[in-house]
């Protein structure tokens, strides 16, 4: 699990909507910048897909600084969300999540598979991470990551 000044908690339920809240607020400049930013639909996206079970929150001491969710599939892991407040960006919080996961498909012999929006700072953080672009279409990048890839 994640080291030093963060654990990672399961979601329940009742915290939908305070982790819809942190994907509109980190996604915004994202979207904002291709025209796409509606927070009514990020909002309904993320809840009308939403599953306790496979979500995970970053907590800090100051709180919730963001939360991933991981669909587990027979044949690879997707890392459907990962999205942190930008309060906490760039103190390493994602990476951890990444590093962490990326043990946990090595053990598993899986890859993870995941989709960020075309233009968003997320492609130069996946491509650090060691994710190989797969495909892009108008809207989103495809990436893999593979064990010993």
Known sequence: MLRKHCRIEAASVSDAERLADIRVEAMRPSLE???RFDPVRA??????S????????????EGIAGFFV?????????LDHLYVSPAFQGQGLGRLVVEDLKAEAVSAGLSIRLMALNGSPANAFYLSCGFRFVSQDALDTIY??????
């Open 70 to 78: 991981v669909r587990r599939r027979s044949d690879h892991f997707y």
């Open 50 to 61: 939403f599953v306790a079970a496979e979500t995970r929150i970053i907590k800090v001491e």
């Open 33 to 35: 910048a291709v025209g």
């Open 43 to 48: 909002r309904e996206r993320f809840l009308g």
């Open 144 to 149: 893999i990551w593979a064990p010993g890839a």
